[in-house]
């Protein structure tokens, strides 16, 4: 079967993270519609093949670690080599690798997690700002998680990165206006790898509190994360959309 071409917008995205799962899904809906795309992930054979399946004439992919600033920049100075501009920016790397009260969190996992989920996105934002954003406009997309918009037990030094890259949205959408729009997506729970252990194996009792009655997939997060990346959300900014099959409707923190 051959893969349908779709009409070149002639705008280009770097989304992070997205070998696999909210990243790839955001990327997906992006060469969907045209878009020219960078993708950023830690595994190069899963960055290979992410690339050959949203299709190597529209995406190149650049491996490494989110929170290393030569990487970063590396990201960038390819996609501006490869595709001229960079007008779209989808800062999804993250990382949750404990599990636990945060009263006895060691410290040096706290850095981790917020190196890796704040500031990386932060030095992203600054790269793509200075690349090409600054002086042409563009706008920026940032994954937080709706653990960082109420408290997130054994989660919490998740839950609190998420929390700032909520305000770290706020921070870079006040000042790279006019020409930047800044806004953040809060996910509930998402069918990936990322989230399998809270809900594999027992994802119709995990659904159960939703009133939508399912979990989300990274289509979901795309399409949503792809909109926001488009003209059609020209006037929003700063502003955090949750999604989260209407789990908040039953929290009553909405």
């Known amino acids: 079967m051959t893969r349908e071409i779709p009409t070149d917008t002639g705008k280009v995205a770097l989304v992070t993270g997205a070998s696999r799962g909210i990243g790839y899904g955001i990327a997906e809906a992006l060469v969907a519609r045209g878009d020219r795309v960078c993708i950023t992930g830690r595994n190069e054979d899963a960055l290979k093949e992410a690339v050959e399946k949203l299709g190597a004439d529209r995406v190149i992919g650049v491996a490494g670690k989110a929170h290393d600033e030569a990487h970063q920049a590396v990201a960038v100075e390819r996609t501006m080599e490869a595709f001229g501009r960079v007008d779209y920016l989808a800062n999804n790397a993250g990382t949750n690798p404990v599990f636990g009260p945060i009263a006895e969190l060691d410290l040096n996992v706290a850095r981790k997690v917020f190196e890796t989920n704040v500031i990386s996105a932060l030095g992203f934002a600054q790269q793509t700002w200075k690349a090409w954003q600054k002086e042409n406009g563009g706008a920026i997309v940032n994954i937080a998680s709706v653990a960082g918009l109420a408290p997130s037990p054994f989660i919490g030094a998740y839950g609190i990165s998420k929390a700032a890259m909520v305000n770290l949205t706020l921070q ?83």
């Open 172 to 254: 870079l959408a006040s000042e790279m206006a006019p020409g930047v729009r800044v806004n953040a997506i809060a996910p509930a729970v998402v069918k990936t790898k990322f989230a399998a252990a809270l809900y594999e194996g027992r994802e119709e009792e995990a659904a159960a509190g939703y009133p939508l009655k399912r979990l989300g997939v990274p289509e979901d997060i795309g399409a949503a994360a792809a909109f926001l990346l488009s003209e059609g959300a020209g006037w929003i900014t700063g502003q955090t959309l949750v999604a989260d099959g209407g789990l908040f409707l039953h929290a009553g923190v909405a």
